[in-house]
């Protein structure tokens, strides 16, 4: 790091600093991420970052502004976020898998004034730039130099820019994301934040504290950056200058062989990962010694019980916990032990934070009695982008709900039922695709599931499942409807199995389940097997 300067100096003598600032003077040799591509240390990332934060500031980047991410797991999309904080700007993350339509909503709503992306996702970029009508005012900086697309390259930006950090930049580790939520209902809306960039870290940092995140951490980051979750939690833990490991895609083995080669520490998972590390031979998972693990968090979805209980043992005792939460907030979390003693619970409310179950005339509602959850924490300090209406729905008197149903029991334990707006009302019976979904999951022909609500004359809706099957794995509807008649009432299980090689999905993974809805009511002979959604 060379000679700093003496004020410098001062601040972290006197304890003042925290993050990147601080690793990359008290620490300068340790490494911060190890990519696909390359190895970082926390000196070169502090560099990295600030030569970032200037290009950007060159070409007009402020307090304020968008910059979108296209990218797969990369250590320039950390970069990247911590640059675009120290500007006071926020960053748009926009999935790899999303096509040129659906990109060039995201960036026409957010207003994105640029788009950092990989080499190999610039043709979608570009005719999701071109769509928009946004050619003239939204420039591409390329990422990867295997084949080099039209336009500046990032590396070539960044090359020419002092390494040292201006005094008017905001603190490193802040950053400020602009999310859309899954459009499951509709087009995505953002979910905004009224963060003052200076205060951000220490939010950051509470989340930290929470999980107990240390410098001598190693953490795995095993899915997209472009979720909320994958991307927190590795800037989590450059906070308090832990290493942080990144996959490229996830794959269950190469997932497993990477906790044994890098003493992975913490990760956050998916019940779909625990799924896909569940259906290895368990010959192969016991060749990966997973025993430097001490934190497992799950969340995302709703984890199926009977996944749950076989993914204990997989991992060291007492470290897997999971937690409830949305884009926009926090809900609850629980121990392995504490869902022992009540399985299927998501737990009791972060610290700092309260529950309410209300009915739909906002009563609370008795223990055991479902209704909408609601929380309400000292950091609520969100809204939906321009959409008076969604904000008027997701908040009641300072209480915010996600839309998920669920009720509390005697002791203060919530127990998610589902989605409200997924729910399936047939024959006057509620039916919650998420519990049919996990009882599809446990199949072990089955990759991925589905359930929907179909139009019908007599029930008012009938179930049908969706499914994609494993690859090399043979399954007939009949066998997989007989399969859920074992383990379900009988009003709850699919009355059509449908297969299809991929099921449709949002740019941030969840399934559009009002285009499979849409898909099976233009189909006439539901009896075909069609290879796609």
């Known amino acids: 790091m060379g000679n700093e300067n003496t004020a410098e100096e001062r601040r972290h003598q006197a304890g003042q600093e925290l993050g990147l600032r601080h690793y990359a003077w008290v620490r300068p040799d340790a490494v911060a991420i190890v990519s696909p591509e390359r190895r970082v240390t926390y000196a070169e990332l502090y560099q990295r970052v600030n030569q970032l934060a200037h290009a950007l500031r060159a070409c007009g980047i402020g307090q304020g502004d968008t910059v979108a991410l296209v990218m797969h797991n990369r250590a320039e999309w950390l970069e990247a976020m911590q640059a675009v904080g120290k500007l006071g700007a926020r960053v748009l993350p926009v999935g ?180 896909r590390i ?6 192969t998972r016991r060749q990966y010694d997973l025993s430097s693990i001490r934190l497992v968090l799950h969340a995302a979805a709703p984890c ?32 392995a032990e504490e869902w022992l003693q009540k399985p299927g619970t998501v737990g009791q409310p972060w610290p700092g934070h309260e529950l309410r179950i209300l009915d739909e005339n906002g009563r609370d509602c008795a223990p055991g009695e479902v209704g909408l959850v609601y929380v309400r924490s000292p950091h609520m300090n969100f809204a939906y982008r321009r959409a008076p209406d969604k904000n008027a729905q997701a908040f009641r008197d300072g209480w915010f709900t996600a839309g998920d149903l669920g009720y509390l029991d005697h002791d203060g334990y919530l127990f998610l039922v589902d989605r409200r707006t997924d729910l399936i009302l047939t024959g006057g019976a509620n039916v919650y695709p998420a519990e049919v979904e996990a009882v599809l999951l446990l199949h072990p022909s089955v990759a991925d599931a589905a359930v929907v609500g179909v139009p019908d004359e007599d029930l008012g809706r009938r179930v049908v499942a969706v499914v994609e099957l494993r690859p090399g794995h043979a399954l007939s509807e009949r066998q997989l409807i007989e399969f859920t008649r074992a383990r379900l009432a009988h009003y709850k299980c699919p009355w059509q199995v449908i297969f299809v090689a991929e099921l449709p999905r949002e740019p941030t993974g969840k399934i559009r389940r009002h285009e499979l809805v849409a898909w099976i009511c233009q189909q006439r002979g539901l009896g075909r097997t069609p290879s796609s959604a």
Not at 108 to 122: Q, Y
Not at 278 to 283: A, D, F, T
Not at 305 to 334: D, M, Q
């Open 96 to 275: 790899y898998r999303a096509k040129a339509a659906e990109m060039a909503y995201l960036l026409a709503d957010a207003d994105a004034r640029l788009v950092i992306a990989e080499n190999t996702l610039c043709e979608e970029v570009d005719a999701a730039i071109a769509e928009a009508g946004l050619a003239h005012c939204v420039s591409v900086w390329v990422v990867g130099a295997e084949a080099p697309w039209r336009g500046p390259r990032y590396e070539d930006q960044i090359a020419a820019q002092p390494a040292h950090e201006a005094e008017d930049f905001f603190p490193g580790g802040g950053f400020d994301v602009l999310v859309y939520t899954s459009g499951t209902t509709g087009k995505p809306k953002g979910v905004e934040r009224a963060v003052d960039p200076w205060q951000s870290p220490r939010q950051l940092a509470a989340v930290a504290q929470m999980w107990n995140l240390t410098k001598d951490d190693v953490h795995l980051v095993c899915g997209p950056l472009y979720h909320t979750a994958p991307a927190s939690y590795a800037q989590a833990h450059l906070l308090v200058g832990a290493k942080v490991v990144l996959l490229s895609r996830f794959d269950a083995a190469a997932a497993l062989a990477a906790i044994a080669q890098h003493r992975v520490t913490t990760t956050f998972m998916v019940p779909t990962h625990f799924v």
């Open 278 to 283: 569940l259906q290895l031979p368990e010959e």
């Open 304 to 335: 199926p019980i009977e996944v749950k209980r076989r993914i204990l043992p997989v991992f060291p005792p007492h470290s897997i916990v999971e937690f409830y939460g949305a884009s926009e907030t926090g809900f609850t979390r629980v121990s």
